[in-house]
């Protein structure tokens, strides 16, 4: 499923236009993207759990030249789904 098949089954679901579901769906996004890049935890019950999770630095390794390289610290972020989620 894609963005718009997504768009148009919320569309069908919850009774809207199509325009309409996609500024939901577009509003729901950014609200959690926004939320999760303040460092907070998204909680969606039954869906699931949007997290900011910090990824250590590290050492790697250039598969081309082999050189070793310094790979810094970032933050990620790590879903974890909910019960009703599982298949």
Do not use: C, H, W, Y
């Amino acid at each position: 499923m894609n963005k718009t098949d997504l768009i148009n089954a919320i569309a069908e679901g919850a009774g809207l236009s199509k325009a309409d579901a996609a500024k939901a769906l577009n509003a729901t996004t950014a609200a959690i993207a926004n939320a999760v890049k303040a460092g907070d935890k998204v909680a969606l019950v039954g869906f699931g759990t949007f997290a900011p999770s910090e990824r250590p630095a590290r050492t790697g390794k250039n598969p081309r030249t082999g050189e070793v390289l310094q790979i810094p610290a970032k933050t990620v972020v790590k879903f974890k789904p909910g019960a009703d989620l599982s298949l």
